[in-house]
């Protein structure tokens, strides 16, 4: 929809999904950023029209939201994609076999080009197995503790989680990050499995697998945006 903002002022161009939910107790809004849209959430006595206000009240913030992210980055033949942030060149190659590979600062995919973004993302999720579990089992043993399981999802506002039962969750997008910012992150949810809280027990446990916590903090802060927009 176009969200006009003020007088004299261009619409803005505003994707919209709209999303139900017997949980909520309000309408609210948040920005998708992997897909850069607007997300309205509605109780299920609300309307469209109750979102469509609020939309319009917070013009500005969600411009500003819009604005602030980064351009999309399409998977596609010649486009260069972080790896442990190491840029890799997407070159498709008809005549390999239908799957991708990393190969010396290149990702060779074969089979039909149209099914290209899906096996790059697949070969990025294998890859983002193969780098986040070790450290976890590395980091859990240091601490004496061991998770329930270890599983990689796609969310939108964190990077990782660690459930109470034990299962610790992590974004495949961070395969695209340095090392020692993915390191820092398993290393932060294995010790949750010793304090479920960031009580200074829990810093000082994170301290024994990991120094950098304030410049990882700070890595994802600037360049984390632009991970969440590579698909």
Same mark, same amino acid.
């Given at each position: 929809?176009l969200?006009?903002?003020?007088p004299? =002022?261009?619409?803005?161009? #505003?994707?919209?999904?709209?999303?139900v939910?017997?949980?909520a &107790?309000?309408?609210?809004?948040?920005?998708?950023?992997? @897909?850069? @849209? =607007?997300? =309205?959430t509605l109780?299920?006595t609300?309307?469209?029209?109750a979102?469509?206000?609020l939309?319009?009240?917070?013009? $500005?913030?969600?411009?500003?939201?819009?604005?602030?992210?980064p351009?999309?980055?399409?998977?596609?033949?010649?486009?260069?994609?972080?790896?442990?942030?190491?840029?890799h060149? !997407?070159?498709? +190659?008809?005549?390999?076999?239908?799957s991708?590979?990393?190969? %010396?600062?290149?990702?060779?995919?074969?089979?039909? @080009?149209?099914a290209?973004?899906?096996r790059?993302l697949?070969?990025?999720?294998? %890859?983002?197995s193969?780098?986040?579990?070790?450290?976890?089992? &590395?980091?859990?043993?240091?601490?004496?503790?061991?998770?329930?399981?270890? &599983?990689?999802?796609?969310p939108?506002?964190?990077?990782?989680? #660690?459930?109470?039962? $034990?299962?610790?969750a992590?974004?495949?997008r961070?395969v695209?990050?340095?090392?020692? !910012?993915?390191?820092?992150? !398993?290393?932060?949810e294995?010790?949750?499995?010793r +304090?479920?809280?960031?009580?200074p027990?829990?810093?000082?446990s994170?301290?024994?697998?990991s120094?950098? &916590?304030?410049?990882a903090?700070?890595?994802?802060?600037?360049?984390g945006p632009?991970?969440?927009?590579v698909?």
């Amino acid at each position: 929809m176009l969200l006009r903002l003020a007088p004299g =002022v261009p619409p803005l161009r #505003c994707p919209l999904r709209w999303r139900v939910s017997p949980r909520a &107790r309000r309408v609210s809004l948040r920005i998708d950023p992997v @897909e850069g @849209e =607007v997300v =309205v959430t509605l109780p299920p006595t609300a309307s469209q029209r109750a979102g469509l206000a609020l939309l319009r009240r917070h013009a $500005g913030w969600v411009a500003t939201r819009l604005h602030a992210l980064p351009p999309p980055l399409r998977l596609a033949p010649g486009v260069a994609v972080p790896v442990g942030d190491v840029p890799h060149l !997407v070159q498709h +190659e008809t005549a390999r076999p239908g799957s991708a590979l990393l190969s %010396e600062g290149r990702i060779l995919v074969g089979g039909a @080009e149209e099914a290209l973004p899906r096996r790059v993302l697949a070969l990025l999720r294998a %890859e983002a197995s193969l780098r986040i579990a070790p450290r976890a089992w &590395r980091h859990a043993a240091t601490l004496g503790v061991a998770p329930q399981a270890i &599983r990689l999802k796609d969310p939108r506002s964190r990077w990782a989680s #660690c459930a109470v039962d $034990g299962t610790l969750a992590f974004s495949w997008r961070l395969v695209m990050a340095p090392p020692w !910012v993915l390191d820092y992150v !398993v290393a932060h949810e294995v010790a949750h499995l010793r +304090e479920m809280n960031h009580s200074p027990r829990f810093w000082a446990s994170l301290a024994r697998l990991s120094p950098h &916590r304030a410049a990882a903090h700070g890595w994802l802060r600037q360049h984390g945006p632009r991970l969440l927009r590579v698909g």
